[in-house]
Structure formats: structure tokens, C-alpha cells
């Protein structure tokens, strides 16, 4: 079994940053992709930002050139650096993790970002 937890949510004005925190623990030997998907209310959840492999990223791109992805393999944790925040941002933001041969997938329970305009 593998347990997701996040951090770092919060509420903060348009044009300001949030990092959000992700680790994973337990049974993990190998991952296949690790990031950040999001939910605004209404709407179905996306890909924010994830690694697949060790060094490949993917982007939505109404993100791109404000969020970055980042990992320490060591712990087990994906970061998100979320910069120039808009109030199109608002959403829960949820950690994936994809591990093992049997591309098994778990879910943080999710972190609240609001950005206000």
C-alpha cells in the first residue's frame, strides 16, 4: 500500500505564488509518473503538471511558464511551484503516483487553492 499526503494549499491573491508539498511512503520500488492533477468545481479534474520516468515533464498549458514541477527522488516527494497564480487556478489539487509494473495509482486527498482577483 502507498500513502500520498499533501501540503501547502491556501488562499492568496492573483498574481502571488504557493508551493504545494507531495510526499509518498510504503511500498514503492519503482515510479512511473508522479505529479499534480486539479479540480475546480463543475468541472472534471486535469493534469497540472507530472514527471513520467525520471526526467520527463508534462504540462497542461494554461500553466506553462508559471508552474514548475520538481522532485526529490530520495523522499519520495514532488513539488509544485506555482507562480503569477490566477483566479482560474482555484481548484483542489490533487498528488498522483503511478508505481510498480503493475502501474497501480494512488491519490493524496487533495489541498485547497484559492486565488482571489
Known amino acids: 500500500q502507498v500513502h500520498v499526503v499533501e501540503s501547502g494549499g491556501g488562499l492568496v491573491q492573483a498574481g502571488g505564488s504557493l508551493r504545494l508539498s507531495c510526499a509518498a511512503s510504503?511500498?514503492?520500488?519503482?515510479?512511473?509518473?508522479m505529479g499534480w492533477y486539479r479540480q475546480a468545481p463543475g468541472k472534471q479534474r486535469e493534469l497540472v503538471a507530472e514527471?513520467?520516468?525520471?526526467?520527463?515533464?508534462n504540462y497542461a498549458d494554461s500553466v506553462k511558464g508559471r508552474f514548475t514541477v520538481s522532485r526529490d527522488n530520495a523522499r519520495n516527494t514532488v513539488y509544485l511551484q506555482m507562480n503569477s497564480l490566477k483566479p482560474e487556478d482555484t481548484a483542489v489539487y490533487y498528488c498522483?503516483?503511478?508505481?510498480?509494473?503493475?502501474?497501480?495509482?494512488?491519490w493524496g486527498q487533495g489541498t485547497q487553492v484559492t486565488v482571489s482577483s
Open positions: 498522483n503516483i503511478v508505481v510498480g509494473g503493475l502501474y497501480r495509482s494512488y
Open positions: 514527471f513520467v520516468g525520471d526526467d520527463n515533464t
Open positions: 510504503g511500498r514503492i520500488f519503482s515510479i512511473n509518473t
